[in-house]
């Protein structure tokens, strides 16, 4: 049973316009939240990460939202770039856990010139 | 700053046979951590450690075997390969662990075994 899901394998983007990579969750004791990044043949590079406190977090064109109620928080970029092209990954874990994140498949983002 | 550098990069093993991936990382991290990658999933916890001479198992341990003798190496062993431990490993480091903690990882060992 997967615990953390990227419904989408991949999404195209316009240049310039808005990317939303979304991710579903469905344990309710995940309090923090992370996004990397990565490019093929590199390993995950971190992006950005949100706790459960707070319902959004932003760092410069990348902007994760977390919607508690639902189980599902989303990445933004804006605008979206050439070098955004990529294979997204969100990944859950548990304060004081047995330091064992939880990831999601990945989405393959495209962004098109 | 070389960061985290897993060797090798590439290996075909055959079914029984035995290996050692290792890590090393030139950030003075207290954590480290060795996952796998497989095709339609996430990164998977193999082991992982928090400070030299300290291993423990992560989600998916099993046909694996780990070392952190030296706080910048840790190692994964493979005793007897199998097919199902055909995967892209990765290794990453953290100076600590929770909310925004960066893990930086290493490029990947592509390991297939026949």
């Known amino acids: 049973d997967q615990q953390v899901k990227q419904n989408s394998p991949s999404l195209s983007v316009q240049e310039g316009r808005i990317s939303i990579l979304n991710c579903d969750y469905t344990?309710?004791?995940?309090?923090?939240f992370l996004w990397y990044k990565k490019y093929p043949a590199e390993g995950p590079t971190f992006l950005i990460s949100?706790?459960?406190i707070k319902d959004k977090n932003e760092d410069g064109r990348f902007t994760v939202f977390l919607n508690k109620s639902a189980k599902h928080l989303s990445l933004h970029i804006v605008p979206s770039q050439p070098g955004d092209s990529a294979v997204y990954f969100c990944?859950?874990?548990?304060?004081?856990?047995?330091?064992?994140?939880?990831w999601g498949a990945g989405t393959k983002l495209i962004i098109k010139p | 700053n070389a960061g985290v550098t897993q060797t090798p990069k590439f290996r075909v093993l055959k079914t029984g046979q035995s290996m050692t991936l290792l890590c090393a990382q030139d950030?003075?991290?207290?954590?480290m951590y060795w996952y796998r990658q497989d095709p339609g999933m996430g990164l998977r916890l193999i082991h992982y450690s928090v400070g030299e001479g300290t291993t423990a198992k992560g989600e998916v341990p099993d046909g694996y075997n780990v070392s952190r003798l030296k706080k910048q190496n840790f190692l994964l062993g493979l005793e007897s390969a199998a097919p199902s431990q055909t995967s892209v490993y990765f290794c990453a480091s953290s100076y600590l662990q929770g909310l925004g903690t960066e893990a930086f990882f290493g490029q990947g060992t592509r390991l297939t075994v026949v």
């Open positions: 949100i706790s459960s």
């Open positions: 990944a859950a874990g548990i304060r004081g856990s047995n330091y064992q994140l939880i």
């Open positions: 950030m003075n991290h207290e954590y």
């Open positions: 344990n309710s004791m995940f309090d923090y």
